[in-house]
């Protein structure tokens, strides 16, 4: 493609001697334009494609370095030469002082040289305009991107910095240029803030690229510390010469912040940001290396708050979620600086006494939790009450890690619970039996669901005047295939704390109920069948409706059906528990209060509750046959309130003709237990409902 000149000037004779000297050029191939005056140069330039432009300064419409100031700013991208006579000169240098590429002088245009240098101008000037390119895109992407960029020279000055070098360093790049490398860049260490070499000088140096290692900080013009992390690399030029160095590095405080979560969050409870598993077994590890040296004997509180269950199935988690962080709060201040208070899962907590002189110095911390959360907790405008089971144990005595110290605290925890809750009780080896026994009896429990070892026995109760049978009450048996027959005292309570009661009990009323519909359709007249129900059963979310659908899947008459709750599990939420059992009770199932008399219930309350029975204790029926005086006053109150409230007295756990003679003369509706009849399995149950009547005085 043809070069286009464009030469402005009024003188025909330099445009044609132009023309001639361009015409056959090895340099070529050139296409000469031309025109008369700077207006009608302007014009050709403005429509583009013009490649140099040689301009006479002195023009019939323009004059002087004013007619290349008005040509510059039209092509300000293009090379523009003067054409200028030798008088002259000093215009054409001016020229070039404001922009042009060269001169050329008159009377010499037919030199072979020109082309050439046309050539050579023309593709200078695509040089430096791809040059330019190159610097502005690099400039460019230097401030746009997140690093901060700085290059010195051989003597560690700072030459450049970009845009994010600045906002980094506090620094602007006006200020920094010129300054050494050290003061823009201000390293130290940031565990010792301790100065630290810049790695510039050793790139200066050595000629090798380098990496700052460690915790880096860099403190910044305005005062911050700021985490960074780098990297340097020299500087070449075209001889492999070393000219410079180039530093990048980049804020990294998000990381170390986020890093900083993360190995809290790895070491920490997420909810009550106490040390979890992790933490305190290193710190119960510690506790021990140092009191092998010190004689110091480390301590370990294992606490499981009591009937928590309690709270989330009747409240919410949410709120015990709030309980759990207050309890966590309290714990802390009970204890030392040196102490540990864990987050064990749950509701469970270890509090670790790292510097404990004697053993027994831990009950001091235990008395101390103990009434610290027997105050009430305030949670969403309840108060709450909670207590807490302790079990201790004691570096090396009772282990010599921290697994061995944990587990029998935790065993020595379950011996507290036995023992009636709010206690502490130190470990004892002869507790492991105890903890092996509930172990096995809790894995087997598991089983034994899958496996049908469950019976359910009947014991039947009586009208106490008549002697008729009013009904029976349903009684878990556990028949295991090694063990034998297991009563509940054995596994109910570890059932409940395990959670399995659930399941367990939603087993019990269907099989309750489906014995019912069997004995029914045996063409047996209706039996009133009493089923208990446990607090966790009662609290559950689900407990109707679940029982609902038992009662539709068997067919059963829920008349014929008798729930017995102890009256602490009413008065837990007395709102909640009258709303549920107006619900069963529009269903025509009867109500019955087990174990009346042991709770510590308002009758005023009791009275809002659609109650048909009452069952006296048999704490109370057994000690009338050892003190009618002192017990009588308390049975006949119980008798003499049923019957001010219409409501069925039963007596339970008689076994003994003085207990049913004294019942029976204060009036007491129903009884039933030994004195009557051991509970039987169905197929026993059923003889008896089917005629055979059992003569109590035999």
């Not at 240098?93 to 008159?106: I, M, Y």
């Not at 282990?399 to 130190?426: P, S």
């Not at 837990?572 to 209060?593: E, M, N, W, Y």
Request: negative net charge; charged residues 20%; contains cysteine.
């Amino acid at each position: 493609m043809a070069i286009r000149i464009l030469v402005i000037s009024p003188v025909a004779s330099d445009i044609r001697a132009l023309e001639h000297a361009l015409q056959d050029a090895h340099d070529g191939p050139f296409e000469v334009q031309s025109a008369s005056t700077l207006a009608r140069g302007l014009e050709r330039i403005r429509t583009g494609g013009i490649d140099a432009i040689l301009i006479d300064l002195h023009l019939p419409d323009s004059e002087g370095l004013a007619s290349f100031d008005r040509c510059h700013q039209a092509a300000r991208h293009t090379p523009i030469l003067t054409l200028c006579t030798l008088d002259n000169e000093h215009e054409a240098k001016a020229a070039v002082q404001r922009g042009a590429q060269a001169w050329l002088s008159k009377g010499y245009f037919d030199n072979n040289l020109v082309p050439q240098a046309l050539r050579n101008i023309i593709e200078r000037m695509k040089v430096e305009q791809g040059l330019y390119l190159a610097q502005k895109r690099a400039a460019i992407t230097l401030n746009s991107i997140g690093d901060a960029v700085i290059s010195v020279d051989m003597h560690g000055s700072v030459d450049y910095l970009n845009v994010a070098a600045e906002l980094i360093t506090g620094w602007a790049r006006d200020e920094a240029c010129g300054m050494p490398i050290g003061e823009v860049l201000h390293i130290v260490d940031g565990a010792t803030d301790s100065p630290l070499v810049n790695p510039v000088e050793y790139i200066l140096r050595d000629d090798h690229s380098r990496a700052l290692a460690g915790d880096v900080v860099l403190l910044s013009r305005d005062g911050r510390r700021i985490p960074i992390e780098d990297s340097a690399a020299p500087i070449h030029d075209w001889d492999e010469q070393l000219v410079g160095a180039v530093v990048v590095f980049r804020d990294i405080s998000h990381t170390v912040a986020l890093t900083s979560k993360m190995r809290h969050l790895a070491q920490h409870d997420f909810l009550t940001s106490l040390p979890n598993r992790v933490l305190l077994n290193d710190r119960i590890a510690r506790a021990i290396a140092s009191a092998q040296r010190t004689g110091l004997t480390p301590a370990l509180l294992f606490l499981d708050l009591d009937k928590f269950k309690h709270v989330n199935d009747s409240l919410g988690h949410a709120v015990g979620d709030q309980l759990l962080q207050a309890v966590s709060n309290r714990l802390v201040q009970c204890v030392r600086s040196s102490d540990t208070v864990s987050r064990h899962g749950g509701d469970e907590f270890v509090i670790l006494l790292a510097n404990e002189k004697r053993p027994q110095d831990a009950a001091l911390a235990a008395e101390k939790v103990l009434l610290a959360l027997s105050t009430p907790f305030l949670i969403d405008g309840q108060h709450l009450h909670t207590s807490t089971s302790i079990g201790i144990s004691v570096s090396p005595l009772d282990g010599a890690d921290a697994a061995a110290l944990i587990k029998n605290a935790d065993t020595a925890m379950y011996h507290a619970k036995e023992r009636g809750r709010n206690n502490y009780q130190f470990f004892r080896q002869d507790m492991n039996t105890r903890a092996i026994e509930r172990q096995l009896v809790e894995s087997s429990l598991r089983l034994a669901l899958e496996r049908d070892e469950f019976k359910l026995y009947y014991q039947p109760k009586f009208d106490l005047e008549s002697m008729q049978m009013t009904g029976v009450e349903a009684l878990l048996r556990w028949e295991h295939p090694e063990w034998g027959m297991v009563l509940p005292q054995r596994f109910i309570l570890i059932a409940e704390e395990c959670g399995l009661i659930i399941p367990i009990g939603r087993w019990v009323l269907a099989e309750a109920c489906a014995q019912a519909v069997r004995w029914r359709d045996s063409g047996l007249a209706p039996v009133s069948i009493a089923v208990n129900v446990s607090a966790l059963e009662f609290r559950h979310r689900d407990f109707f409706s679940h029982a609902l659908a038992v009662f539709d899947a068997s067919g059963v008459d829920p008349a014929c059906l008798q729930l017995e709750l102890t009256e602490t599990v009413l008065m837990r939420d007395v709102a909640t528990s009258a709303c549920l059992l107006a619900k069963f009770k529009a269903l025509g199932v009867q109500i019955a209060v087990d174990d009346f008399g042991t709770g510590y219930s308002s009758l005023s309350y009791l009275n809002q509750f659609p109650i048909d029975v009452l069952k006296i204790d048999q704490s109370f029926v057994r000690a009338i046959g050892a003190s009618q005086e002192s017990n009588g006053a308390i049975v006949s109150a119980v008798i003499g309130m049923g019957r001010s409230l219409h409501q069925r007295v039963i007596a339970e756990g008689i076994e003994e003709e003085a207990q049913f003679d004294f019942l029976r003369a204060l009036g007491c509706s129903e009884g039933q237990g030994e004195y009557f009849s051991m509970p039987v399995d169905a197929a026993g149950m059923r003889a008896m409902l089917d005629g055979r009547p059992r003569d109590p005085a035999l």
